[in-house]
T-cell receptor, first 116, second 111 residues
Framework: GAVVSQHPSRVICKSGTSVKIECRSL??????MFWYRQFPKQSLMLMAT?????????EQGVEKDKFLINHASLTLSTLTVTSAHPEDSSFYIC????????????FGEGSRLTVL | GQQVMQIPQYQHVQEGEDFTTYCNSS?????IQWYKQRPGGHPVFLIQ?????EVKKQKRLTFQFGEAKKNSSLHITATQTTDVGTYFC???????????FGTGTRLLVSP
């Protein structure tokens, strides 16, 4: 199957700092990537749909200025958590489809963010 | 917005027992997907169902899509400890590329 790589897998930062998470499709081009957030023992909540070369589409309740998404190439999307606070601590996972009509999502390994 | 509920939230079984998780949507779905997430891991695609009443099998796993395309189920026969994890159904929102995940069912299997 297709491979999606996410980095870093774990990050600890101080409150007020910004953290960037990278999501790469290693063996395919992804015009669209999806960013999810997952709290412990809970489901995946879609944060935004990242589109290559255009602005991301954010879900209701997700702050655009807080969670900056950039999809500058067909193989890379980044999520930047700006001015992080302890309540932003979570598991962030990106995913992508190989093609627009294929159903299956391939997920990155996830990034666990802890804000002190 | 679209909601996808799963029951039960959690189930603990003895190895060898069967397990079923149910997925219910508030709206008619074009298709339904199932994913498995091992503890500490990321979701992995299991299967996609498209047709009304469709049944698909993968070894000990049986997936079913309801006739009204509003619900789905995953049944595991004779569970093994390797089946431990959280099982999510996911529905594609009509007209959009995004996938909405169900609430998930966490399965624990004791040897």
């Amino acid at each position: 199957g297709a491979v999606v790589s996410q980095h870093p897998s774990r990050v600890i930062c101080k409150s007020g700092t910004s953290v960037k998470i990278e999501c790469r499709s290693l063996d395919f081009q992804a015009t669209t990537m999806f960013w999810y957030r997952q709290f412990p023992k809970q489901s995946l909540m879609l944060m935004a749909t990242s589109n290559e070369g255009s602005k991301a589409t954010y879900e209701q309740g997700v702050e655009k200025d807080k969670f900056l998404i950039n999809h500058a190439s067909l193989t890379l999307s980044t999520l930047t958590v700006t001015s992080a606070h302890p309540e932003d601590s979570s598991f962030y996972i990106c995913s992508a489809r190989v093609g627009p009509d294929t159903g299956e999502l391939f997920f990155g390994e996830g990034s666990r963010l802890t804000v002190l | 917005g679209q909601q996808v509920m799963q029951i039960p939230q959690y189930q603990h079984v003895q190895e060898g027992e069967d397990f079923t998780t149910y997925c219910n949507s508030s709206t008619t779905l074009s298709n339904i997907q199932w994913y498995k997430q091992r503890p500490g891991g990321h979701p992995v695609f299991l299967i996609q169902l498209v047709k009304s009443g469709e049944v698909k099998k993968q070894k000990r796993l049986t997936f079913q899509f309801g006739e009204a395309k509003k619900n789905s189920s995953l049944h595991i026969t004779a569970t093994q400890t390797t089946d431990v994890g959280t099982y999510f159904c996911a529905a594609r929102v009509a007209g959009f590329q995004k996938l909405v995940f169900g609430t998930g069912t966490r399965l624990l299997v004791s040897p």
